[in-house]
């Protein structure tokens, strides 16, 4: 079986593992807003990579969270790892 | 001659008063903050006393990004800073970020999410340890996160030398002043008061394992039986004489006088005294009140008063220990002690020592039971480290 990670996933990942961001945060359409800009630094993309790896039991690598500069960035590059686990 | 360097604001967080009006309010009223401990279950420490701050949460005065990453001592640094700050009536966006810059002490970093997340790496394993480890447990991390907050990018550093760093953090902004940043948010806060904690703090061995508060920490006392730990501190706002002047900012005093030494065969501190009081210009005639630091430990007890007593002769300068309302709060104990100190010019009143009946052969006057009205210009602060650090230092209003 399958499992998806969709954006309100990672929005609620986010806000556990390293609260919301000042102003307008996670509100409205961030999903190719650089995470830099809603107020997310390298810090908390690597905290957030580490609980998805636990949530999903998937191991991203390390290239990932460097990569992955916007929220749809990381949901696409969750969402490969998960197909494979399923393949 | 060099360029004076002056206090402009205070930020004070304690056990028996959050903020600087609180806590002087309650120093005077001999106010004690000091209970049985609440934070963890500590009925299986032979300690079981602690100086706790009940009454902080730092939600609503912290972003929600800062809380995951982190610990209670770092909230209690951020939010002291913040109200020295607005007592200084600087707004640090205002101003060039590379003229400001954090000195704090710290002896001990973020203790209790340090223990969380060894916890989590032994319970259940490495990929369950928080990112923000990373620096939330880090001595410096007070400093960091007050640079990063306030953009404060000027010289900053941390210092870690137990009781005296208080002190030694003042000085050393002192110093980064005098060649040329503006103003430093200097000082200390330390809580280190979690399980993992109290057990490094048991080693010192310094530790009372009395039960009754009011004769836990009884320095100068023969009943003297060691010090109650306890959580908290200070943070001062220090900025050249001249540029406080330029801004027409009000000023607390100047740190006029400072010295550091290390116990080597003879105990260091008098030594000390005398530096500070020759790098203040003054004599001890000039003192009008010693902070002492008030190991409560007989023989730390008898050095102390040794010092005090060659260099300013018997019954010669009015001595106090307002740490016995707070327990002993490492660097933090230092910086408040300043504050303290700087309050007392102001008011022309010494905060008593609490509980504590001195021995006559210790030879002080220790200022006990009642504050004591008197006029007050220059104060001496003194501090000691574990290990043989000791430090002194003169502040004039």
Redesign the interface.
Known sequence: MSRTFTLDDLKRILLEGSGAPEGTGLEGDIIDTDFADIGYDSLALLETASRVEREYGIELDETVVGEASTPRALLDAVSAHLLDQAA | MTASVVVTGLGVAAPNGLGEQDFWNATLAGKSGIGPLTHFDASGYPARLAGEISDFTAEGQL???????TDRVTRLSLVVADWALADAGVRPAELPEFSMGVSTASSAGGFAFSQQELKNLWSKGS??V???Q?FAWFYAVNTGQISIRNGMKGPSGVVVTDQAGGLDAVAQARRQIRKGTSLVVAGAVDALLCSWGWVGLHTSGRLSTAEEPTRAYLPFDDRAVGHVAGEGGALLIMESGDSARARGAEVYGEIAGYAATFDGREPGLRKAVELALADAGVTAADVDVVFADAAAEPELDRVEAEAIVEVFGPHGVPVTAPKTMTGRLYAGGAALDLATAFLALREDTIPPTVHTEPAERYGLDLVVSQPRAARLRTALVLARGHGGFNSAMVVRS
């Open positions: 972003p929600s990004r800062l809380m995951p990453q990929q369950y928080s990112a923000y990373s």
